[in-house]
């Protein structure tokens, strides 16, 4: 395990939910943040001013991440402010829960672009640089719907599940090169997005409740730490799916 001191983090949607704790953990850590978000700019200031209190740098930077040249933008503005960028989360991801006959073309189409496009545009935004540097971290946020289906719909399952297979393919094209790649795959923790989904009830977790965004914020310090682990799922989901 390695100290995180003065590495660089950017965190894709991060002004809330399971985003802003992973940001401050891993500022707790040691990091440097930049804190994504697309438009809740006080929301995202208010996460770094959480870390600013804890003597790491931070900047709020408004992207939307499924658009390749607002990643392209921002990308150059983390550099330009805090360095090269050392560990990424993909986080950002949005939910509309659907039957699978009532999910639309267009639904399906923002799903898969907002969940699933943005890992792939922001990763290849990066890794040029943490080859360059021979060290990186790249941790994708996917689901329990990829392992089981879920609680939203087809659209949402299939983009988290999509994430999977991104990052195994990833993991083994960048492992020569000091970068690991790995996905977390959460279930019904107690944000905003699964809150006011009426199909999200504690009923489907075998320990009985939602779990908090510091389960999940606890095991992407231990991803960003480690140099052994790379091409792996780790399921932080109350016993919902076990692997």
Known sequence: MKDLKSRVALVTGGSRGIGAAVAIAL????????????????????????????????????????????????????????????????????????????????????VLTVNLKSVFLVTQAVIGGMRQRKWGRIINLSSVAAQTGGAVGAHYAASKAGIIGLTHSCAAAFVKDGITVNAIAPALIETDMVTSNPNATPALIPMGHFGSVDDVASVAVMLAMNDYMTGQTLSVNGGWYMS
């Open 27 to 110: 500022a707790g850590a040691g990091c440097d943040v930049a804190v994504n978000y697309r438009e809740r700019a006080d929301a995202a200031d208010g996460v770094c001013r959480e870390i600013t209190g804890m003597r790491r740098k931070a900047i709020a930077i408004q992207a939307d991440v499924s658009v390749a040249a607002d990643v392209k933008r921002m990308i150059g503005e983390v550099e330009r402010q805090l360095g090269g960028i050392d560990i990424l989360v993909n986080n950002a991801a949005i939910a509309h829960p659907r039957k699978l006959e009532e999910i639309t073309e267009t639904e399906w189409d923002e």
